[in-house]
């Protein structure tokens, strides 16, 4: 007899899904089997915990590009994949959550692990939540949930019932009423604004002396496109944080990552620019954007809800990216590089200030040092995925990725415990490739540790089996820290922030994989190169400072003042407070040009 979970998997498979992350329980022991009888043609990948299932298909949606699919049973299991998925949600990425539920005849009697799914999902899985109810009704439910999630990049939400999933389900579908054919397919579209709201830019980008490009992840494939408008009109450019692999990072003109983990260079061209071209971000910074009637705006963006939601705009170009910009780049006139040249001049600036920063003294390892050595050792071929804390300051300011290298964080949700889901899903997609994960020490006590087991339980059957783990153990949840002394102008709270020590090397070791602990600025490159060269996984403990601080770039005095004042509160607060009096001091001596 085939089944409903036959029939699920076998649609599945029908959609090109090839990978299904989760955790198993009673709720779903008959889709279980069916995965079991499919002869390996859908993998299972089991995590330690259903919400890192949900943010390992997160993952693998962001590194393939194509949707990525969850599997969870009923009540706790469910619940436990909401964090991964509103990650999903935030950062429009296409997930399909599948989910088991208590048999249909038990429902509203207060069941064994019985939650109200459809009120649970409604919010997260917004654009379609749906439970099926009858056998005939799988094959539509899944092809909406898996389509909608593509369409609208989103994730959606299919929920089966026990005794529905053991249903015997038809070999054909009738042709009667109630009954709805549906089909495996999405349509790729190719959106281009109106000529009239082209010419519209172009008049209007024509019309400024000090261009600026803010570039994020919906410029994705358009790399080319962005740079030759770039050119023609001389402009700088910034990116998003989930822009920063598009585009080469050594170039003249690129000022790095805007916003409050951003460069000298990305302030001083948002501050000093008349006219901004925003392509596929929306960017929440908004504090870090040009004063507000200081540039004229341009916008495009394939979904048109995005434009004008985070800055005024004068004019919005809904389209995809590529052939929008291929379209507009003939409407505009070429523009003489006097500004050119002084954003270059600000490229330069910041990166003096960069080098003098990973060079400054810290106890016992400065964090900046540590993932700039990385931009020495990186892969061409690999692949990063970084957690949220300080890692993600680190990352966005010092590390070099080579150009065509992915990496992916959450970025809009900003959860810990990222780093290791994400890596794990993109050493499946690609395991002839090394992967390197970045974290804090926070986020791999919260959950990295765990999936760690995966890891050491899966490497031996990976092409290539590096899979370097950096972790700043610094003892301290240090983003927090910082956050509490800028932004509020309280001093660190031990109860709050400390993180236990932990052996985080002798811990892989114990898992049978390779742990290098470094501590003396001497080694941080030769640890790299053994990491990268280790016949198997590697965790990198890295010793750092959590006092260097997370100074944002080019804030006036009033708006670091509160540091100050929640430094001279803490007792052991001078070394910090030293830091940073450095760190404000390499920004003076090398103002904005102009």
Not at 213 to 219: C, D, Q, S, T
Not at 248 to 256: I, Q, Y
Not at 284 to 310: C, H, L, M
């Amino acid at each position: 007899m085939r089944t409903v979970a036959d029939g699920l998997v076998d649609r599945l498979r029908d959609w090109g899904v090839r990978r299904v992350f989760g955790y198993a329980g009673d709720g779903i022991d008959p889709i279980l089997a069916a995965l079991a009888r499919a002869s390996g043609d859908i993998e299972l990948v089991t995590a330690r915990h259903e919400e890192m299932a949900a943010f390992m298909a997160t993952g693998h949606a962001k590194y393939s590009g194509q949707v990525g699919v969850c599997l969870a049973t009923q009540g706790p299991g469910a619940i436990h994949l909401l964090n991964g998925l509103y990650d999903a949600k935030l950062d429009r990425t296409p997930v399909v959550a599948v989910v088991g539920q208590v048999v249909s005849t038990a429902l509203g009697s207060g069941y064994l692990q019985e939650v109200d799914l459809q009120t649970l999902f409604k919010d997260v899985c917004g654009q379609y939540v749906q439970t099926v109810t009858a056998p005939e009704q799988l094959p539509l439910v899944l092809d909406n949930a898996i389509r909608t999630a593509i369409a609208t990049s989103s994730p959606t939400c299919v929920i089966v019932t026990h005794d529905v999933q053991r249903a015997e389900l038809p070999d054909d579908l009738p042709q009667s009423h109630g009954v709805v054919q549906t089909g495996d397919v999405v349509p790729r579209s190719r959106v281009l604004p109106a000529e009239a709201d082209l010419a519209r830019a172009a008049e209007l980008l024509d019309a400024g002396s000090r261009v600026a490009l803010l570039v994020g992840r919906g410029a994705a494939g358009a790399t080319r496109e962005v740079l030759d408008v770039a050119e023609r009109l001389g402009a700088g450019i910034v990116t998003s944080l989930l822009g920063k692999p598009l585009l080469d990072e050594g170039l003249p003109f690129h000022c790095g990552v805007m916003g409050h983990l951003g460069t000298t260079a990305s302030a001083d061209l948002m501050a000093a620019c008349d006219t901004l071209l925003i392509v596929g971000s929306s960017d929440p910074w908004t504090e870090f954007y040009p004063t507000p009637g200081q540039a004229r705006t341009v916008q495009i963006d394939v979904a048109a809800r995005n434009i004008g939601s985070k800055y005024p705009v004068e004019v919005g170009l809904a389209g995809d990216a590529a052939p929008t910009l291929a379209a507009l780049l003939p409407l505009l006139a070429p523009k003489e590089r006097t500004w050119r040249a002084r954003v270059e001049a600000d490229v330069r600036s910041w990166r003096e200030i960069a080098a003098r920063r990973v060079q400054d003294p810290a106890d016992p390892l400065n964090p900046q040092l540590v993932v700039s050595a990385l931009s020495d050792h990186l892969p061409a071929d690999a692949q990063v995925s970084v957690d949220v804390g300080s890692i993600v300051y680190w990352y966005a300011r010092f590390l070099r990725l080579p150009v065509g290298v992915p990496a992916h964080l959450s970025s809009t949700l900003a959860s810990m415990g990222s780093a290791m889901p994400y890596g794990i899903a993109a050493k499946l997609l690609h395991p002839d490739r090394p992967v390197v994960a970045l974290a804090g020490d926070g986020a791999m006590q919260m959950n990295g540790l765990a999936e760690l087991i995966t890891v050491a339980d899966r490497w031996q059957d990976w092409a290539d089996p590096r899979f370097v783990v950096l972790v700043l153990h610094n003892g301290d949840l240090a983003e927090v820290s910082w956050e509490q002394r800028e932004m509020e102008g309280d001093p660190r709270f031990d109860v709050s922030q400390h993180v236990p020590a932990f052996p985080y090397a002798g811990y892989a070791e114990l898992l049978g994989l390779r742990g290098i602990r470094v501590d003396d600025p001497a080694t941080v490159h030769d640890a790299w190169q053994q990491a990268l060269a280790a016949d198997r996984p590697c965790v990198v403990e890295a010793v750092v400072d959590g006092r260097t601080p997370l100074l944002p770039p080019r804030r006036g005095e009033d708006a670091v003042e509160p540091m100050w004042r929640a430094l001279e509160q803490e007792a052991d607060g001078e070394p910090a407070a030293g830091q940073l009096r450095r760190q404000r001091a390499q920004e003076e001596q090398a103002p904005p040009a102009g």
